[in-house]
Each structure stands twice: as C-alpha cells, then as structure tokens.
C-alpha cells in the first residue's frame, strides 16, 4: 500500500537532488556569496567517486555528503595550489592568465572564479560535456584536449598552469610529452604547477600483495590501468599512476625547457605530492 499519491513521490524524488545540493553548498554560499554555483553534473566521475567515498562513512544521505566532501575537497586543493604558489613567491590572484589543465567538471574551477576574475581563466579537459560545463556555469573561457599531447592545437599562452590529478593518471609514454605540450603553453617565465600520486601514497593506497596488478617499465614509476571513469577513457591513455621524485626530476629534465622550483610532498589533501616548473 502506498502512503504518498504517485505524484508526489516523483516530486519528492525530482527535488532531492537539487535540495541536497542546496543544503550541501550553504556555507559556501555564505563564503563567497550567492553567486556561488552549486551545480554539479550527474556525469562527473568525481562526484561519483567522493559520493562512494561519502557512503563508506555515512550510512544515509549519501548524495547530500558527497556534494559536501566535493565543494570542500575542491576548495582545499584550490587553497593549497595558492599556497604552494605562495611560497615560491607567485601570488594566484596576481596570474594574468591561468590555463586550469584537465579541469573535469569544474570541482576546482567553481572555487577559483573567486581567487582570481574568471575572464583570466581558461579551462580545458579531454571531455567536451565537461568544458561546456565549465564554461557555461563559471563564465571560464574553454577548449577541448586531444588524447595524444602532439595532436592538441590551441594558439594561447597562458602564465600559469595548474593540473590537479592529471599526472597521477598518465601513462610513461604520455608522461614526457604532456610536460613538453604544457611547456608549449606558458609564457616564457611562466609557472606550471602539477600534481603527482608519490611515494607516500604508494605505500599508503597499496598494499604490497596488490602491487603485482602495476607496471613498472622503470625505475620509481607504476601504472595500472584501472580508472575511476567508468568506461569514459580507455586503461591505455589514463589509469592510475604512482611516481617518485626521481622519476619527475628525470622526466622534467629530459621533456621541460626550464627548471624545478619547487617539490612539494603531500602538499594536496595531505596525500598528492605537487611540483612547480618555470619555464625559461
Ligand atoms: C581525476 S580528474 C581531475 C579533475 C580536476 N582537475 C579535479 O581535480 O577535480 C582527471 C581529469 O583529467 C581529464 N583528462 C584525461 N585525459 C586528458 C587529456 N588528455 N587532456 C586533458 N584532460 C584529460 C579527465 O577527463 C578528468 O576530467
């Protein structure tokens, strides 16, 4: 038997969501103001991925704190990013022009609008769905990324470039030539800022019986092919990627034009390690 007629029900179901997400992003609204946008889109794989986290701590409400562990996670690595380019003497609210690499569905983005004015940000990301998101909902200038680093065209230069959770998802044969394409798209002088899964996360997320599953075709670098899209990119051009400080140093020598400033370790979320380059 039912209690509620059928359509209220689907009026109940309809309005969770967006309630959820209302009730979720208050204290950002109170933060940055009312121009705060909450949206988030029903196809991105890392709301997905913190709404399973959120379930593993909390046995009800699941979308409601997932969107609230989403907006803060964001938040504190876009806090973190300023920090750590604080401390080499960059202030993020000063960058003329910021190219925010592999930008997903904007978890960073909506935060960053309010860090710096977005008409000096451009979002990029290999997923088109995603970049009309970012560009349409924060009012971020946008263009879509090609799979293989050589194939991308796009004329712009940027002062800054900031990749959160890209590195930690590459192959080695797309390791080298990204930080050589990225170098391409920064102005002379100007800051590239990465970040990478280290060796702390390597020993904390992987427990030694679960390392065979990882490639290691050299020294300090694994990979295995599973990711958190869901079948969106393919194992071969993005899965899950460790890498030590050795391996970065080597790699950046070889694929960068210009010298590593600073090497952060676990200076995201207390877990990714970050990097920053000038190029010369
Ligand atoms: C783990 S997510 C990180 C998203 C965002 N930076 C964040 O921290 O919320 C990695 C992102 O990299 C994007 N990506 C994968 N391959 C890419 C490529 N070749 N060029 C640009 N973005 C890519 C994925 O589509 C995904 O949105």
Sequence with gaps: MRLLPTALLDLV???????ARHAASAK???YYGKQFVSAVDPDDDLMHYTMDFAAREHSSLRYYHGVRMYLEGGKWNCAEVEKVLGDVGFRLADARSMLEFACGYGRLTRHFVFMLPPARITSSDIDPGAVAFVCD??????????????ELRHDRRYQLIVVVSLFSHLPLDSWGAWLAQLHALLEDGGLLLFSTLGTYAYDVNIPSE????????????????????????????????????????RTVADA????????????????QDAYVLRRH
């Design 13 to 19: 179901a309809r309005l969770q969501r967006p309630l």
């Design 28 to 30: 950002w609204r109170r």
């Design 137 to 150: 909902r924060f009012g971020v200038d946008g263009f879509v990324s090609t799979t293989a680093p050589t």
């Design 210 to 249: 679960a390392r065979d599953r990882f490639a290691s075709p050299v020294d300090g670098f694994h990979y295995d092919t599973d990711n958190e899209t869901r079948g969106r990119l393919s194992g071969e051009h993005y899965g899950i990627t460790y890498v030590d400080e050795a391996f970065v140093r």
């Design 256 to 271: 960068f034009d210009g010298e590593l400033v600073t090497f952060v370790p676990r200076a995201l979320n207390e877990f």
